[in-house]
Nanobody, 124 residues
């Protein structure tokens, strides 16, 4: 399993931007798709975005399409989530996770490796 570490969370104003990073300590993540999930208080996990191992394919949740961009730098062993035009309801804990394999999956149950999460708070 990968050891994933998220960073970049914090507080932003509505309409603002944040960039999250997901790094792997130890093992390379170049052979895995990576997904970003979020969980708001009292809600289930929501898959926000996913990127295939090569970066050729990306997928987004409907609530973030056109505002969030997922990318990866395999040489730096890091996946990014650029979040623009933030809304108050983007407030959540954000997690990166890796499924077993190169392709994106939808359900959290298919993601075996998870980071500890980073908190994002968007104020009105």
């Amino acid at each position: 399993q990968l050891q994933l570490v998220e960073s970049g969370g914090g507080v932003a104003q509505s309409g603002g931007s944040l960039r999250l990073s997901c790094a792997s300590s130890g093992s390379t993540l170049r052979y895995n798709a990576i997904g970003w999930f979020r969980r708001a208080p009292g809600k289930d996990f929501e898959r926000v975005a996913c990127i295939s191992s090569t970066g050729a394919d990306t997928e987004y949740g409907d609530s973030v399409k056109g505002r969030f961009t997922i990318s990866r730098d395999n040489a730096a062993n890091t996946v990014y989530l650029e979040m623009n035009t933030l809304h108050v309801d983007d407030t959540a804990d954000y997690y990166c996770a890796a499924p077993a394999g190169r392709l994106c999956r939808t359900s959290p149950a298919h993601f075996a490796s998870w980071g500890q999460g980073t908190q994002v708070t968007v104020s009105a």
